[in-house]
């Protein structure tokens, strides 16, 4: 995990003041390393009969794509609001600096498939919870969630119910 931790690069005041913004594009940009990160990510999930992964808007695309691939599962974008054709399912939560949406195609899972919920980063965990709901309202079954960083002192994993698995290669 050292070699992932090395290629995250602190952005300071980004998005506004205040919020040190990690950002994941050399990790993305070093074939190893991206190729290490998958590989982690995917470990907690072999075997475990994964239907889909779905990925949380943008960034969350980036590795849940790829993590299907490697599950050879499908790949199911939980998207920000207006971006997919209708009809649509979709859950309004709160964010460390404001209010958004996640919407799913209403047909995009089968009721009782194992999905995987993926994105970059967890913070305070309101965009993880949010997608976790989505999933849960087309029936589907959440196994659990994998996430590339996590910032620790946000306490966002406390959002997570528990039992459910919540994965994280770096804390900060």
Do not use: H
Request: glycine fraction near 14%; aromatic fraction near 6%.
């Amino acid at each position: 995990m050292q070699a992932i931790f090395d290629l995250v690069r602190d952005v300071p005041d980004f998005p506004r003041p205040g919020i040190m913004f990690k950002d994941i594009t050399p990790l993305l940009a070093d074939a190893a390393a991206f190729g290490a990160c998958i590989d982690a990510l995917c470990e907690p999930w072999r075997g475990q009969g994964i239907g889909a992964v779905c990925g949380i808007e943008s960034r969350g695309f980036i590795f849940g794509a790829a993590m299907a691939r490697a599950l050879g599962a499908g790949f199911v974008p939980l998207r920000k609001s207006g971006k997919l054709p209708p009809p649509v399912v979709g859950v309004d939560y709160g964010l460390e600096y404001g209010m958004d949406r996640l919407e799913i195609g209403s047909q995009a899972l089968a009721p009782g498939e194992r999905v995987v919920v993926v994105d970059d980063v967890l913070a305070t965990g309101g965009t993880l919870e949010a997608g976790r709901r989505l999933v849960e309202r087309l029936g589907a079954e959440v196994i659990g969630a994998s996430v590339v960083i996590e910032l620790g002192g946000l306490n966002g994993r406390s959002r997570w119910p528990l039992p459910l698995p919540l994965q994280a290669l770096i804390t900060y």
